[in-house]
């Protein structure tokens, strides 16, 4: 029989190796799944690995859709590090929409690029309202971040709801919900002729060195992540758990407030009902699959990236369900749970009568 054993010193190799094989067990079992379903299993995975990066427009597509993963990501591993629950990025990705979209639908043509900063500004502190209420919740009455974030997740979406089919519809849009596109003013600029990419990307990548020297060289990082780990420890040290607790949900929100009005004045330029495709709840697999560090986020925000843009590719051409990106998400989250158990604990062969123990899996 087999049989799980704690090891007495968590393993570095696995550490490094979890997310390497949870992305290839994800792919088998993808492969098998496209056989049941009828379709050939390499024609399917192709869909999925190679048209995604097999052409220069491919790859400029593919940052597209990595760069409000990156945003997001990179603030919910802040927080993740400082203990802090953040489940609501997507409720905070809506509200830096809104903050931001609000912003930029007062413009008018005569509007000059100095506003696009004031933009951006606009849906960080939308974020970060939004993910105030979480923390004043849990500040002071202790009510559980998970629950909380995730319940404003909803809120956002109606209240989003509530104004592009109300206040903010464009009149000249055919009734349908949607406000009016945005000022050049108000939108961001293009970074390569002929494609989407736009310079949100750009900024993203320019955040991960600095959350990186926020996290492992700041004073400041250094105290949110002992007070959400280690509350009495941050105590004794003179730290405070409240402001690690506000700290990082601030942080958060306002990094998922500035993927939402990235994406709104990016490749979209308006606010619609779907402004996300659910960018919020795919960041929480990315900043785990990332391991919690910057670099790790954006590798990570790219493979997620291929999963939405092979998943529409595969509805389109192979016929397949829309839901088959949400699968492949989660079969990668739940791969990478499965082998991130082999780094505190090693798979062993027991033998008839237990006389004897091989260690099968995980030695390293």
């Known amino acids: 029989m087999l049989r799980l054993e704690p090891r007495a010193v968590p393993s570095r190799g696995w550490a490094w190796a979890s997310p390497v094989v949870a992305v290839l067990l994800t792919a088998l079992i993808g492969a098998l799944l496209f056989s049941a379903l009828g379709k050939d299993p ?3 995975l192709a869909t999925f690995f190679w048209e995604p990066i097999k052409s220069r427009y491919a790859l400029t ?3 597209v859709k990595a760069t409000p993963l990156i945003l997001c990501a990179l603030g919910l591993a802040l927080c993740f590090r400082a203990n802090v629950w953040n489940i609501g990025a997507e409720g905070q990705f809506l509200a ?3 903050g931001g979209g609000w912003l930029a639908i007062q413009l008018g043509p005569q509007a000059g690029q100095g506003w696009l900063a004031l933009v951006l500004l606009a849906g960080i502190a939308g974020g ?4 105030a209420i979480t923390a004043l919740l849990r500040d002071r009455f202790n009510a559980n971040e998970i629950l909380v974030s995730l319940m404003l997740v909803y809120v956002a979406q109606q209240l989003l709801n509530y ?3 109300g206040p903010w519809k464009d009149p000249m849009a055919f009734n349908f919900p949607q406000t009016k596109m945005f000022e050049p003013a108000a939108s961001l600029p293009l970074l390569l002729e002929g494609s989407r990419l736009h ?5 993203a990548l320019l955040l991960v060195p600095v959350v990186w020297l926020f996290m492992q060289r700041s004073y400041a990082g250094f105290q949110m992540q002992v007070g959400g780990l280690a509350p009495l420890a941050a105590r004794y040290a003179g730290f405070s758990s409240r402001a690690a607790l506000w700290t990082a949900l601030l942080v958060s929100g306002g990094f998922a407030g500035l993927a939402g009005v990235v994406e709104a004045t990016g490749p979209l330029k308006q606010l619609t009902p779907h402004v996300s495709v659910g960018y919020g709840f795919a960041a929480i697999i990315v900043a785990f699959v990332g391991r919690l560090h910057p670099v790790g986020v954006v590798l990570a925000a790219l493979l997620m990236s291929m999963f939405y843009i092979g998943g529409e590719l595969a509805q389109s051409r192979l016929g397949l369900p829309a839901a088959l990106t949400g699968i492949f998400q989660g079969l990668l989250l739940i791969c990478l749970l499965a082998c991130d158990t082999l780094i505190h604990s090693r798979l062993r062969w027991i033998g008839i009568g237990g006389s004897s123990a091989r260690a099968l899996i995980g030695q390293k």
Do not use: N
Not at 128 to 131: G, I, P, S
Not at 199 to 203: S, V, Y
């Open 96 to 98: 830096g929409a809104m």
């Open 163 to 165: 104004l592009v089919f």
């Open 199 to 203: 310079l949100g990307f750009a900024l």
């Open 42 to 44: 390499l024609q399917s």
């Open 128 to 131: 970060m309202a939004w993910a």
């Open 61 to 63: 597509e593919l940052a």
